[in-house]
């Protein structure tokens, strides 16, 4: 069982910047994929970045060059460096973890708003 807490959404204007923070209890962490996705009202929810137990990332196409995912497993914890923030950026971002043997063990956060406007 894995429990994820995710932080550091907040109200921005364009162009500015935020990181998010998931930080992860109760598994060994570095044994987990972890993801970052977003949901926007009335839309689905989709794949912002991910990070592999080994640090292999892949990015969305409307985040790359401006969205940076990174990990430290000494503290459990996965962070979104998000960069030239856009209106379109809107939504609640969640963090999700997978075990790397196995899609069952899958986990989400509570989610974090993240709102861009001016």
């Known amino acids: 069982q894995v429990q994820l807490v995710e932080s550091g959404g907040g109200l921005v204007q364009p162009g500015g910047s935020l990181r998010l923070s998931c930080a992860a209890s109760?598994?060994?962490?570095?044994?987990?994929?972890v993801g970052w996705y977003r949901q926007a009202p009335g839309k689905q929810r989709d794949l912002v970045a991910g990070?592999?137990?080994?640090?292999?990332?892949n990015y969305g196409d409307s985040v790359k060059g401006r969205f940076t995912i990174s990990r430290d497993n000494a503290k459990s914890t996965v962070y979104l460096q998000m960069n030239s923030l856009k209106p379109e950026d809107t939504a609640v971002y969640y963090c999700?973890?997978?075990?790397?043997?196995?899609?069952?063990?899958?986990?989400w956060g509570q989610g974090t708003q993240v709102t861009v406007s001016s």
């Open positions: 999700n973890a997978q075990h790397w043997q196995s899609s069952a063990r899958s986990y």
């Open positions: 109760g598994s060994i962490f570095r044994l987990y994929n």
């Open positions: 990070i592999t137990t080994g640090g292999t990332t």
